[in-house]
């Protein structure tokens, strides 16, 4: 997970309440992505980002926003939390020639009840 | 819609047998990614294959494109209580921003 920060590492939100994942790289990578972790479901792209004051939306992007104002971070916002947000997130920076090499954060886990 | 599914879903084991994991689709893949994810981390990247019929070694782990570019394998000789983690295939049809994973193969080894 070298290079990839992500805070907080839990959390538990009321449904209706707002809350910000954020995502942090010091490797001076231009893209980044959300993704959310169910289990039996694999990893589900939320947003992504391919430089800064550029997004775009994933698999699962509805009841999320994202914004890129620098190249090191990239938050996740939730407006309105819902229980179906109850999920692991997990934000990536892809490199290499392919943008073929995922560097993962150690994830948020979040409880909406 | 599951773009990869993943063989076994779970999978338990005695210290020094042998395994394999399947990880198909019916779509194909410009490049095919496989990530070893232990409790509370992200996942890491073990290996990532690009060509059709690639075969891949990582020391004890044998990794396979298919030919077809639509499925591939990881082979695990030897297990070691170390192996134990979520084994999660990725494809990658149209850039690293679209990468779909699969849904995991829970591994267990047993000392």
């Known amino acids: 997970n070298a290079g990839v920060t992500q805070t907080p590492k839990f959390q538990v939100l009321k449904t209706g309440q707002s809350m910000t994942l954020q995502c942090a790289q010091d490797?001076?990578?231009?893209?980044m992505s959300w993704y959310r972790q169910d289990p039996g479901m694999g990893l589900r792209l939320i947003h992504y980002?391919?430089?800064?004051?550029?997004?775009d939306q994933g698999e699962v992007p509805n009841g999320y926003n994202v914004s890129r104002s620098t190249t090191e971070d990239f938050p996740l916002r939730l407006l309105s939390a819902a229980p179906s947000q109850t999920s692991v997130y997990f934000c990536?920076?892809?490199?290499?020639?392919?943008?073929?090499?995922?560097?993962f954060g150690a994830g948020t886990r979040l409880s909406v009840l | 819609t599951q773009l990869l599914e993943q063989s076994p879903q779970f999978l338990s084991i005695q210290e020094g047998e042998n395994l394999t994991v399947y990880c198909n689709s019916s779509s194909v893949f410009s490049s095919l990614q496989w990530y070893r994810q232990e409790p509370g981390e992200g996942p890491v990247l073990l290996v990532t294959v690009v060509t059709g019929g690639e075969v891949k070694k990582l020391k004890r782990l044998t990794f396979q494109f298919g030919d077809a570019r639509k499925d591939s394998s990881l082979h695990i000789t030897a297990a070691q209580p170390g192996d134990t983690g979520l084994y999660l295939c990725?494809?990658?049809?149209?850039?690293?921003?679209?990468?779909?994973f699969g849904t995991g193969t829970r591994l267990t080894v047993i000392p």
């Open positions: 490797m001076n990578h231009e893209y």
């Open positions: 980002s391919v430089g800064a004051g550029i997004t």
């Open positions: 990536a920076s892809p490199t290499g020639l392919a943008k073929n090499i995922q560097y």
């Open positions: 990725a494809g990658d049809t149209t850039g690293a921003n679209n990468l779909f």
